[in-house]
């Protein structure tokens, strides 16, 4: 079973609170317990390993997906070069398991190569992690210390829904 890891306070390697924002410090802990945000399963040895982070989860239709499976997955294929996975807003299922790809050279942009990257996801992962929709990117955006910048990519996904068109970029999966 997934869930949050958290640290009993007091430990030397743990924050002690926010700069001149007291609300945040409160909403971090529980009691005396610091909650990391990192989500996490214990194996039957005891070691913890760590699945995702608690904003990178995607709930749709009920369930809870995180990004990093779907990504290895998208990395495996051969016309993938980098990816990025968020949830994008949906009426329906609350969120929908949104892709973010960038192309090796040679290979070009294509409802068809879509419905392969789909495919190719569905033959490795259980039915409702595959991505829903795919957007091909020249880059993914980058945070400063160098990793992909999640929060722009949902703040895109959601940017999409609300434009006008009620879809997100990319063909919708039947």
């Known amino acids: 079973e997934v869930g949050e890891v958290m ?3 007091p430990d030397p390697t743990m924050l002690l609170e926010y700069w001149n924002r007291p609300d945040a410090t409160r909403a971090k ?3 005396s317990w610091l909650r990391t945000g990192d989500l996490a399963r214990v194996d039957d040895e005891g070691y913890f390993w760590f699945e995702a982070r608690i904003d990178d989860v995607i709930k749709s239709a009920g369930y809870r997906i995180g990004p990093d499976e779907i990504e290895e997955s998208l ?3 051969e016309a993938v070069a980098n990816t990025a996975v968020v949830g994008a807003p949906d009426p329906v299922r609350g969120q929908v398991v949104k892709a973010y790809v960038q192309l090796r ?3 070009i942009p294509s409802a068809k ?3 392969r990257l789909r495919m190719h996801v569905k033959e490795h992962l259980a039915a409702y992690q595959y991505p829903r929709l795919i957007e091909f990117v020249e880059s993914l955006p980058l945070t400063a210390n160098g990793k992909v910048d999640r ?3 949902r703040r895109r996904a959601a940017g999409a829904v609300s ?4 879809k997100n970029a990319g063909a919708p999966a039947q």
């Open 163 to 166: 434009e006008g068109s009620g």
């Open 105 to 107: 050279p040679g290979y």
């Open 7 to 9: 640290v009993r306070a």
């Open 113 to 115: 190569l879509e419905a």
């Open 151 to 153: 929060g722009s990519l």
């Open 29 to 31: 802990f529980l009691g």
């Open 75 to 77: 990395l495996k294929h």
